[in-house]
Antibody, heavy 114, light 111 residues
Framework: EVQLVESGGGLVQPGGSLRLSCVVS????????MSWVRQAPGKGLEWIAY????????YVVDSVRGRYTFSRDNAKNSLYLEMNSLSVDDTAMYYC???????WGQGTLVTVSS | DVVMIQSPLSLPVTLGQPASISCRSS???????????LAWFQQRPGQSPRRLLY???TRDSGVPDRFSGSGSATDFTLKISRVEAGDVGVYFC?????????FGQGTKVEI
């Protein structure tokens, strides 16, 4: 059974930082490009990053470039997102997903508020 | 960025009747490898998205054949042949041909 478990979300003040993790099982993690997608409350979906199997290539959307750092550890079947300089506009549910959205976890909620 | 425009944004449906959602892109979605990376996602209330179709018309595993996709280049359609109660939710088209990948605004399907 495929599982993606995102964690690390929570309440953080503007300007703060958070580190999200995504642990996967049920498919060969190292075979897939992996992505982070976010969804602000009551809003649509935004694809924010696309990371190659070995991490050697990363496509990052302009709205987070320079503030977010994306990485993966294939030995741990894990994907990471380091978020810095957070603003209220970063408030969203964050999902990890392989390839072009093949499977989805439950997401982890990041709330940026003072 | 490629803009994806869906219509309608709200779709009242009748159980057992067909339904159709349109998605138009601001650029051709034909990739250099000749594939067209257009997908459809369903998001039921309170749930994560679920992909229904990829590369325009290929159904994901477990997706009923009531769902079908068609189209080419910049003009695409999702059809539900007979709407069931469990189809209520928001449907998104998404293009993965050009970076950044982008979604349509979503179409809310309600009974």
């Amino acid at each position: 059974e495929v599982q993606l478990v995102e964690s690390g979300g929570g309440l953080v003040q503007p300007g703060g930082s958070l580190r999200l993790s995504c642990v996967v099982s049920g498919f060969t993690f190292s075979d897939y490009w992996m992505s982070w997608v976010r969804q602000a409350p009551g809003k649509g979906l935004e694809w924010i990053a696309y990371i190659k199997q070995d991490g050697s290539a990363k496509y990052v959307v302009d709205s987070v470039r320079g503030r977010y750092t994306f990485s993966r550890d294939n030995a741990k079947n894990s994907l990471y997102l380091e978020m810095n300089s957070l603003s209220v506009d970063d408030t969203a549910m964050y999902y990890c997903t392989p390839s072009h959205g093949t499977f989805w976890g439950q997401g982890t909620l990041v709330t940026v508020s003072s | 960025d490629v803009v994806m425009i869906q219509s309608p944004l709200s779709l009242p449906v009748t159980l057992g009747q067909p339904a159709s959602i349109s998605c138009r892109s601001s650029q051709s979605l034909v990739h250099g490898d000749a594939n067209t990376y257009l997908a459809w996602f369903q998001q039921r209330p309170g749930q994560s998205p679920r992909r229904l179709l990829y590369q325009v018309s290929t159904r994901d595993s477990g997706v009923p054949d009531r769902f079908s996709g068609s189209g080419s280049a910049t003009d695409f359609t999702l059809k539900i042949s007979r709407v069931e109660a469990g189809d209520v939710g928001v449907y998104f088209c998404m293009q993965a041909t050009h970076w950044p990948f982008t979604f349509g605004q979503g179409t809310k399907v309600e009974i």
